[in-house]
């Protein structure tokens, strides 16, 4: 265990893109937000939702293939283990999920307080994440950004194993499945069951329990490539 704390400390180093890009994307949401109403004028009266926490999806999945593609090289010459620097790793994006999804609850505490910050809008309480406790809610925003970052750390992987040769492949090759998989839905009509199953689910299945299996089997995946991924 001393090991592995070890090797999340150099992984922080890079802080700025685990922590200080994600933190400043969710600083800026409300900013960014009062531009978007004032451009949309007489439009953007009433209750209304706008969507931009995917920016920090973008920000953390890039911080996680940055730890994969220059960080893992780095301490494979210090001698550490890739067992080591997958725990590591792994302690990394749960904590980074945990603090940021911590954030999102404070930021909408005061949307709420501030009546949507004036303007009756919401950033962060979306209907669609429902509107529980704040332990509930923690939990709603930690698990996609746990999800995500799983993305970042396979696809940072499979880089450093295969270089871009893998990484088209692996774009190429989850479009086309994703495709397959949309048609099959299509002719077999499935949308509306699929709609009406995840339009029943509870909040912290929908968006901690699925997340948190879905980065679980990328992680699963992500293990097995680098066993074998050099410096």
């Given at each position: ?48 939702e706008i969507y931009l926490l995917p920016m920090l999806l973008g920000a953390i999945a890039s911080a996680h293939l940055q730890t994969m593609t220059q960080v893992f090289p780095f301490t494979l010459g210090l ?137 679980l089997a990328l992680g699963g995946a992500a293990w097995l490539v680098l066993r074998r991924a050099t410096a």
């Amino acid at each position: 265990m001393p090991r592995v704390l070890d090797v999340v400390r150099i992984q922080l180093v890079h802080w700025p893109a685990l922590l200080g890009y994600p933190l400043l994307a969710l600083v800026a949401m409300p900013p960014l937000g009062w531009g978007i109403d004032v451009s949309n004028g007489e439009t953007a009266r009433g209750a209304h939702e706008i969507y931009l926490l995917p920016m920090l999806l973008g920000a953390i999945a890039s911080a996680h293939l940055q730890t994969m593609t220059q960080v893992f090289p780095f301490t494979l010459g210090l001698g550490v283990t890739r067992r080591a620097f997958a725990a590591a790793t792994a302690l990394v994006v749960l904590g980074q999920a945990l603090l940021l999804g911590l954030g999102l609850v404070a930021f909408d505490i005061v949307e709420r307080l501030t009546g949507g910050w004036g303007r009756e809008t919401r950033i962060f309480g979306l209907d669609v994440l429902g509107h529980g406790n704040p332990l509930a809610l923690w939990l709603v925003y930690s698990g996609p950004l746990v999800a995500v970052s799983a993305i970042g750390v396979l696809a940072g992987v499979v880089f450093q194993r295969w270089r871009h040769t893998g990484i088209y492949l692996a774009i190429f090759g989850s479009v086309a499945l994703l495709v397959a998989m949309g048609a099959l839905a299509k002719t077999q009509n499935w949308w509306p069951s699929i709609g009406s199953f995840l339009g029943g689910q509870p909040s912290l299945t929908l968006f901690t329990a699925y997340p948190l299996v879905f980065a679980l089997a990328l992680g699963g995946a992500a293990w097995l490539v680098l066993r074998r991924a050099t410096a």
